[in-house]
């Protein structure tokens, strides 16, 4: 193998590699994405859920509170 012949193999196969990386780390970033905003909308929802449990609890514990919400409910 010449000179050149060497450098043309080992650029391709640089080339062939790196584009294979990237294919796959775009297969894997999609699932990635979507496994982050589902992640993010059940931490979205869980802190709505403790911050409404929680004013539930403090509407309970003072005796205005505990009126209104027993009149609402």
Known sequence: ?????CKIAYFSSYL???TNISIMLNV???PANVLMLGLFVVFII???GIVSGLLVVLANL???GFAGVSSTC
């Open 62 to 64: 003072t005796p205005l």
């Open 1 to 5: 193998m010449g000179y050149w012949d």
């Open 16 to 18: 062939c590699y790196h």
């Open 46 to 48: 869980g802190l709505l």
């Open 28 to 30: 894997v970033r999609v």
